[in-house]
């Protein structure tokens, strides 16, 4: 019995691990297909996009302001000249906002 409750402890254990993993790597990979192209790889856009559209990089002071959910709401409303992106779930919605929270 005593057994059976420490594996299964175990078992929920990983399982927390394994989906705290994915949910970071989903992030990562939801950040690459849909705000690279306009945010950069790293959070800092291109010189010339950065002029153009007026994106601020993720170190700026205003961007690091901005928390998890504020991030989410720009990616489904929109904000200024960045239009809503389109194709995301809610749970993409907030897997990809955690992960631009992570960009310094
Ligand atoms: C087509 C280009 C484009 C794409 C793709 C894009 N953005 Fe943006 N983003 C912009 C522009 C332009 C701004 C500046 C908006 C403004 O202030 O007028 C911006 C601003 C932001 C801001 C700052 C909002 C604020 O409150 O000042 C956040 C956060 C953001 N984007 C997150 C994302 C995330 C996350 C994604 C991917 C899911 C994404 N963006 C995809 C163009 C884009």
């Given at each position: 019995?005593?057994?059976?409750?420490?594996?299964?402890?175990?078992?929920?254990?990983a399982l927390a691990v394994?989906?705290?993993?994915?949910?970071?790597?989903?992030?990562?990979a939801?950040?690459?297909s849909k705000c690279q192209a306009c945010h950069g790889p790293?959070?800092?856009?291109?010189p010339a996009m950065a002029k153009m559209m007026g994106i601020k990089p993720t170190s700026d002071p205003a961007i690091q302001a901005l928390t998890?959910?504020?991030v989410a709401t720009t990616v489904k409303a929109g904000k200024g000249k960045m239009h809503p992106v389109?194709?995301?779930s809610d749970a993409e919605?907030?897997?990809v906002a955690a992960f631009f929270k992570t960009l310094k």
């Amino acid at each position: 019995m005593k057994i059976a409750i420490r594996s299964t402890f175990v078992l929920a254990a990983a399982l927390a691990v394994a989906s705290a993993m994915s949910f970071a790597q989903d992030g990562a990979a939801l950040y690459k297909s849909k705000c690279q192209a306009c945010h950069g790889p790293a959070g800092t856009p291109n010189p010339a996009m950065a002029k153009m559209m007026g994106i601020k990089p993720t170190s700026d002071p205003a961007i690091q302001a901005l928390t998890a959910d504020q991030v989410a709401t720009t990616v489904k409303a929109g904000k200024g000249k960045m239009h809503p992106v389109a194709g995301l779930s809610d749970a993409e919605v907030k897997a990809v906002a955690a992960f631009f929270k992570t960009l310094k």
